[in-house]
């Protein structure tokens, strides 16, 4: 199936610096979502975006649907310990319900 | 609470031998779904349902099955599993469907011998 290239794949920063994530497809997207996973647990909504060129806030994290409908990014800015885990980016894509998932980013902040 | 609940949360079994996780959530969420998470593949949806009686395909739905009888329970049932099916499974839920929020459960970490 239609697969999303999310990079990076993992990311090793200093606490304090932002951090930058994109997905990219060949296919276009209704729905661009961003989840974060903690170990142990279930993926968590972070941003949920719904139309092209879209930019939304959620405290220190930003997310932009791309204008072309494939493509999404998420930053961080000024990293802090507790956001280590790892990003998915998700979509719904145009023509049905189901939904795709990047492999996702492993973020690590260092203290 | 509003939760989705998965059982078991770990299982080891042999091949061939069927077996069934079950997925619970009460939100009265209409949309529910179920992923199976892989090293390096993120997560990779294997059935959704959009409501009662109403269940399709997602992206990797061979060897598997569901059933939407009540609007709460969404299990996942592997008729004859195969070690390829070793994975980390989770469900999930939304309101109305796979773009709005989904709550996932704690995952079951299923292996196949």
């Known amino acids: 199936g239609q697969q999303l290239n999310q990079s990076p794949q993992s990311m090793f920063i200093q606490e304090g610096e932002d951090v930058s994530m994109n997905c990219t497809s060949s296919s276009i997207f209704n729905t661009w979502l961003w989840y974060k996973q903690d170990p142990g647990e279930g993926p968590v909504l972070l941003i949920a975006l719904y139309k092209a060129g879209e930019l939304t806030s959620n405290g220190r994290l930003t997310a932009q649907f791309g204008i072309t409908r494939k493509d999404s990014f998420l930053n961080i800015s000024a990293s802090i310990p507790s956001d280590v885990g790892i990003y998915f980016c998700?979509?719904?894509?145009?023509?049905?319900?189901?939904?795709?998932f990047g492999a996702g980013t492993r973020l690590t902040v260092k203290p | 609470e509003a939760q989705v609940t998965q059982n078991p949360r770990y299982l080891i079994t042999v091949t061939g031998k069927k077996l069934t996780v079950t997925c619970s959530q009460n939100?009265?969420?209409?949309?529910m779904s179920w992923y199976r998470q892989d090293p390096g593949l993120g997560l990779r949806q294997i059935y959704y349902s959009m409501n009662v009686e109403v269940t399709d395909k997602g992206d990797v739905p061979e060897g598997y099955k569901v059933s939407r009888k009540e609007k709460r329970n969404f299990p996942l049932i592997l008729e004859s599993p195969s070690p390829n099916q070793t994975s980390l499974y989770f469900c999930?839920?939304?309101?109305?469907?796979?773009?709005?929020?989904?709550?996932f459960g704690p995952g079951t970490r299923l292996t196949v011998t």
């Open positions: 998700a979509g719904q894509l145009s023509n049905n319900n189901d939904m795709r």
């Open positions: 999930a839920s939304s309101l109305f469907g796979g773009a709005y929020e989904q709550y």
């Open positions: 939100m009265n969420h209409e949309y």
